[in-house]
């Protein structure tokens, strides 16, 4: 089966040839019918992230092995299962859950894989789906899918997840005002999930006019330009001076965590979901005297997933999918991506 593998970081992946798994056990073997190209796939390929004041954070040294396949938003169909699966056979459409841990560590154990102490995530840790087949673990990891379309779904896996698991993060009540920084694809689907799950009231930032005006259409209360006005001044003023109970940054980088900081009301949540990177500088008596929180999230858990793509069956959320690539093509939907050319999801079909 032909696999799309990152050899060397910063180097084109090379298209190669190798063994069709064989599923045993709990196994799946997954026809892989979409495969999302994610912001995350790009970090892998150069390496790592902008750590704080110009350093690298190296993807190695967090125990990232390379020659990969990367991809870990994989739709499609279930060619053959191990001889212990029961409830799904081959033919069924799927989704696959691709933040697998050990099962073994707290995090684990409460069925929070996607925090592992020692993650094995499909795509980063072990093969991924930019292949023609992808061998998963367990059958657990796998939703069937009703009426979405393989490709709708794939991006559900990572972006959705992230964002619904933010959203939950942030803990916000009807009442309350939820400010959402980037309004990027998972910013359009925070808003949406913030729309449905909360109805709180719902405050969009972005640099791009474009990019709002969706935010407004997908049920943004308010939309704020950061780049005509003042972000801080503008939350305070939706807010009758008292600022966001939450913010969710989709951006994470020092320019706007700075500014999250100081919309926060009293009390307030920051979710960090981002990795643009950087770092602030932060007056730590601030963080007692005001009580607010700092919550890191990081994708989403199994279960997050089942709720997500029942929401998605119904069509509370749609994803956006704007390209289409070949297997072979690869290089060139990363380097489009990472050129800021792709609106929505780009998707490889193997
Ligand atoms: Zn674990
Ligand atoms: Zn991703």
Redesign the pocket.
């Given at each position: 089966m032909k696999a799309a593998r990152i050899i060397k970081p910063k180097e084109p992946l090379i298209i190669t040839d190798i063994q069709k798994p064989e599923p045993k056990g709990m196994q799946a073997l997954i026809k892989v019918i979409a495969s999302g190209v994610?912001h995350?796939d790009l970090h892998l390929w150069e390496g790592g992230y902008a750590g704080a004041a110009g350093s690298f954070i190296r993807v190695e040294d967090r125990g990232v092995k390379f020659p990969l396949t990367p991809g870990?938003?994989i739709a499609g169909i279930v060619e053959k299962v191990g001889e212990d699966v029961n409830g799904l056979r081959s033919g069924d459409r799927v989704l696959v859950y691709p933040w697998i841990g050990d099962g073994l560590c707290p995090a684990c154990r409460v069925g929070s894989e996607n925090i592992c102490d020692n993650p094995r995530s499909l795509g980063v840790y072990q093969n991924g789906g930019y292949a023609e087949y992808l061998l998963v673990p367990s059958a657990k990891y796998l939703v069937k899918l009703d009426k979405l379309k393989e490709e709708e779904a794939a991006s559900l896996a990572?972006?959705g997840l992230t964002a619904y698991s933010a959203v939950k993060n942030a803990n916000i009540k009807p009442s309350e005002a939820l400010v959402i920084v980037g309004a990027g694809g998972l910013g359009l689907i925070g808003v949406q999930l913030a729309r449905s799950i909360t109805n709180s009231k719902i405050i969009v930032i972005d640099l791009d006019d474009k990019k709002l005006m969706e935010a407004k259409k997908l049920g943004a209360d308010y939309i704020v330009n950061s780049k005509s006005e003042d972000p801080v001044k503008a939350v305070k003023e939706l807010t009758n001076g008292l600022g966001a109970d939450a913010v969710i940054d989709f951006v994470n980088a020092s320019s706007t965590v700075s500014k999250d900081l100081e919309m926060l009301r009293k009390r307030g949540r920051l979710v960090p979901v981002g990795l643009f990177g950087g770092s602030i500088e932060l007056p730590l008596v601030s963080i007692p005297l005001r009580a607010i929180k700092i919550i890191g999230s990081y994708t989403g858990r199994l279960d997050d997933l089942f709720d997500l793509v029942t929401l998605a069956e119904r069509g509370v959320i749609k994803t956006i999918i704007s390209k289409r690539f070949l297997l072979d093509e690869v290089n060139k939907a990363l380097e489009e991506l990472k050129e800021g050319k792709i609106v929505g999801r780009a998707i490889i079909n193997p």
């Open positions: 994610c995350s870990h938003e990572c972006s």
